[in-house]
Structure formats: structure tokens, C-alpha cells
């Protein structure tokens, strides 16, 4: 923009395309909008836009296009690594996705379903459930993230081991571009082996390529058949024993394999009185659940088998299976809590990382040896979908130390982590993504050329730089 005056007056145009029951301009009902869930990341924002459709979007974006100005998508605003919040400069708006939100069409036979972006998670779910199917992913933020966010981000969540995360259950995208063009590819189809397979350009591309409006999302058949049990192990090469010994025994039927090590279990008993799951104290656990949609499929009984083997053998130190629907969610709610739980006890560094399933122990050991070397006296706290290889790794500051010094030692910290990832052929980013949080990772512990494609694509898609400027790149 030239100068302030033709900026206000673009933001005045913006507000007749929406028209006057949607936008915010008051930086007062603003606040939700321009800080991030773990409160991080806070921005600053003129306007916050709302369009109905996606034509109206188009006409948002070729103004802003033309006019140079940044926009910001979000779809629920649940991240953790900053993406959907606006830099401080105050010349970005952003849109939001949240009355974009119609279910269009629920097509039982074709296992698919096709809807707007801002359509919230756990609606997608109950839909699915009511045409007598399911959409299989599932995250703590489910009650308030939006599909175009979950799939701009590619999100993993708990049923990955399974079902594959965010980006493997999806067959069409509506996307509109930077100029305002709309890329319409709401394919049903599970093949169509024509050309460049455009979509996975967008999804978790975290809104820098385009936007997301609708898409077409691939159901299942309901599990009718499902027991979940909490295993107790003494050390955590037994954890990937159980887990191959348990794929070996029940083939597909693994729908979870989620750890969590004592010291969560010691902060839920401190911060909302569990009580402990055995009467002896172990090192590990893990959340087992195994699902079919077979009807005379003996699942309890092949989990009661194969962890009676388990226990013969060494690997398993203690386990219950759940006996009901309800005993079954109070074992998730141990898990589910824990993020929340975390996020209000202090402060801490918290590491989304990933490797080959082999080679979690020594990942995990590793880390906590050269934590406590850099920080003296700092409790990790451990949780994860170590069926996938991703572990959720929280050092939390010594009670004695203070932020400041914690804060200090806080890129020490994470370089030491992501160097041990890397080594291990592992990722510093498993399922959260790159936003404002992870960039200079990105540029660190990726190639040269990997980094150019990037570039190319972003500057090919989006040459004036306006979508989600300051984000991934």
C-alpha cells in the first residue's frame, strides 16, 4: 500500500464484500482471534473478515492480491506453532472460515462426504455417525478446530496407527488461490490418475498456497467392535515389544497405541486427584485399543490373550482391560487431559517430534540425558502416539529456577532435542506443523533443494507474497 488513507480505504471495501454482519473490526472482540491456544504467539489485526461462500472469498483475496495486502486464514485457531496468528504490523487481515460451514452432501455407498471448511471437527464426526459411518480422525481441540484448518495442517491426532492422518482421508479440495481463482477439484473419485496430484500441494501447506473452502473426505464403516485396555511395562523397549508383538497377533485391529510415562501420571494425581491406575508404581504405559467392524470378532478376547502372553514372557508387567464404554473413556480421559492439564502447571519447553518406531527408546533416553545436563533438576514429561513413532516431549522448569533463566537455556535446548531427532532419521515436527515456531528448523534440517521447491511453488502460487506471509518460509 501507498499510504494509509488508500489502506483504510481497501479495509472499507473489504467490509462491503462480506457486508455488515460479517466482519470485526473492534480490537476489543478481537482477542480469541490474535492469540495462539498456549498463548505464544499474539498478532495484531484491522479487520477480521467472515465470508459465506467461496466466491465471496475470491473477491476478498483478488482485492488483497492486487492491493498487496496479507491474509491470515484460520480454521479454529487450535494451533501450536503460531500459524493462523497475524505478525504486529497491523496491515494483515484475517479471514475467517467459521460461518463457512454446511455440510453438503453425506454419500454412504461412496464411504465419503463433502463440506465446507469451517465445518468444526466434531460435527464432521456426529454427521458421519448419523449416515451410520465414521470420520476417523480425532484430536484433543476436536470441539472447536475447523476441517480446512485440520487439513491445511495436515493433523494427526490419535487414530493415525489406523486410519493415516489428516491428509491420506481426503479425495477432493476447493481451494481459492492468491489472484482469486478457485481451483475446483471435489473429486469422489479413490482413483483418478490424471496429471499432477494438486491437492497435496495445499494440504499442510498452513494456508500459504491458498485456501481450503471445501472438501471431499473419505468415511468408514463403524467400529460396532472396540476394547481399550492401560498397560503397565518396566522399561520402554518393552513398549515397541507389545506393540510388535500386538500387530503380529491382531493384524489391523490396533486403532491405538498411545504411551504415557509416570511423570504424567504423577502430574494428573497432583493437579486433578486421579487416582493411580495400579496399586505399584510403574515407569510406562500404554493406552491399547483395538477396534473392528466385524460383529463376531472376539477382541476382547484376543486382547486378554495377547496380553497374557505378553505378561508370560516379560514384556507386560500389569494391564486392565476395560469391561464397558465407560471404563474405556475414563482410560482416554487420562490421556486427553493431559495437553490442558500441562499447559496450566508452569512453564516448559515442549518438542513434537517424531522417528522410526525402533528407535524411540534411544530417542527418548537420549534426550533426557542431555536435558538434564543443560538443565540440572528439569522433569520430562512424556506422552504420545508411539504407534506412529511421535512422541510429545515436555521439559518443565526446575520449581527452584527462574523463567528468565529457564527461558535462557530454552534454544540450547531445542537444538540439542532436534539434533538427536535428526540423527535418528526423525522429524522436528511430527503433526503441529512449521508457522512462525519452526522455521529456522525448517531451513536448518532440510536440504537446499527441498527448501528452493518450496520456494518455487510458493512464489509460482502466491508471487506478491499475501497468503499467511511470514509463516513456514
Given at each position: ?117 469451517g ?59 492468491a ?17 499432477y ?61 498411545e ?16 487416582k ?55 482410560f ?28 524411540l ?15 540440572q ?20 522448569k ?38 512462525k ?17 518450496m ?15 511470514g509463516?513456514v518460509?
Amino acid at each position: 500500500m501507498n499510504n494509509s488513507k488508500d489502506f483504510d480505504d481497501i479495509l472499507k471495501q473489504l467490509k462491503v464484500i462480506v457486508g455488515s454482519n460479517n466482519y470485526i473490526d473492534d480490537v476489543l472482540k478481537m482477542g480469541s482471534y490474535l492469540s495462539d491456544w498456549r498463548n505464544q504467539f499474539q498478532g495484531v489485526s484491522p479487520l477480521i473478515l467472515k465470508p459465506l461462500n467461496s466466491q465471496m472469498l475470491s473477491e476478498i483475496l483478488t482485492l488483497c492480491n492486487e492491493s498487496h495486502i496479507g491474509v491470515v486464514p484460520q480454521g479454529g485457531n487450535t494451533g501450536l506453532v503460531g500459524g493462523s496468528i497475524p505478525s504486529n504490523s497491523g496491515t494483515e487481515v484475517i479471514v475467517c472460515l467459521e460461518k463457512m460451514n454446511k455440510i453438503i452432501d453425506i454419500d454412504p455407498i461412496n464411504y465419503t462426504m463433502t463440506l465446507e471448511a469451517g465445518c468444526i471437527l466434531s460435527k464432521v464426526q456426529d454427521a458421519a455417525l448419523k449416515a451410520n459411518r465414521i470420520f476417523p480422525l480425532s484430536l484433543a481441540a476436536e470441539g472447536s478446530c475447523q476441517i480446512g484448518g485440520n487439513l491445511s495442517t495436515n493433523a494427526g491426532g490419535t487414530a493415525v496407527l489406523h486410519y493415516g492422518n489428516a491428509k491420506e482421508l481426503v479425495l477432493g479440495l476447493e481451494v481459492v488461490l492468491a489472484d482469486g481463482s478457485i481451483m475446483n477439484s471435489l473429486s469422489r473419485l479413490r482413483k483418478d490418475n490424471t496429471g499432477y496430484d494438486l491437492k497435496q500441494l495445499f494440504l499442510g501447506s498452513e494456508g500459504t498456497l491458498g485456501i481450503i473452502t471445501k472438501a471431499v473426505i473419505k468415511l468408514f464403516p463403524i467400529p460396532v467392535n472396540k476394547v481399550t485396555s492401560i498397560v503397565a511395562l518396566s522399561n520402554l523397549e518393552s513398549t515397541i515389544d507389545l506393540l510388535v508383538q500386538l500387530r503380529e497377533r491382531t493384524g489391523d485391529c490396533i486403532s491405538a497405541f498411545e504411551y504415557i510415562d509416570r511423570a504424567c501420571i504423577d502430574v494428573l494425581i497432583n493437579q486433578i486427584g486421579i487416582k493411580d491406575i495400579f496399586n505399584q508404581i510403574y515407569d510406562h504405559y500404554v493406552l491399547v485399543e483395538l477396534s473392528s467392524s466385524r460383529h463376531n470378532e472376539e477382541l476382547k478376547l484376543l486382547l486378554e490373550d495377547s496380553i497374557a502372553a505378553a505378561i508370560l514372557d516379560g514384556t507386560v508387567n500389569d494391564a486392565i482391560i476395560s469391561s464397558n464404554e465407560t471404563q474405556a473413556a475414563q482410560f482416554w480421559n487420562l490421556r486427553e487431559t493431559l495437553p490442558g492439564v500441562l499447559k496450566s502447571i508452569g512453564e516448559f519447553v515442549v518438542f513434537d517430534i517424531s522417528v522410526p518406531i525402533p528407535l524411540l527408546p534411544k530417542l527418548i533416553k537420549e534426550s533426557k540425558k542431555v536435558c538434564n545436563e543443560i538443565c540440572q533438576n528439569s522433569r520430562a514429561v512424556l506422552f504420545g502416539h508411539f504407534g506412529d513413532g511421535n512422541i510429545h516431549y515436555y521439559l518443565l522448569k526446575p520449581p527452584e529456577m527462574s523463567v528468565d533463566k529457564f527461558l535462557s537455556m530454552k534454544p540450547k535446548i531445542k537444538s540439542s532435542i532436534y539434533n538427536i531427532t535428526s540423527k535418528l532419521d526423525g522429524s522436528f515436527s511430527a503433526e503441529h506443523g512449521i508457522g512462525k515456531a519452526k522455521k529456522q528448523e525448517l531451513k536448518n534440517y532440510s536440504s537446499e533443494v527441498e527448501i528452493e521447491l518450496m520456494k518455487v511453488i510458493k512464489k509460482s502460487l502466491d508471487p506478491n507474497n499475501i497468503m499467511n506471509p511470514g509463516k513456514v518460509l
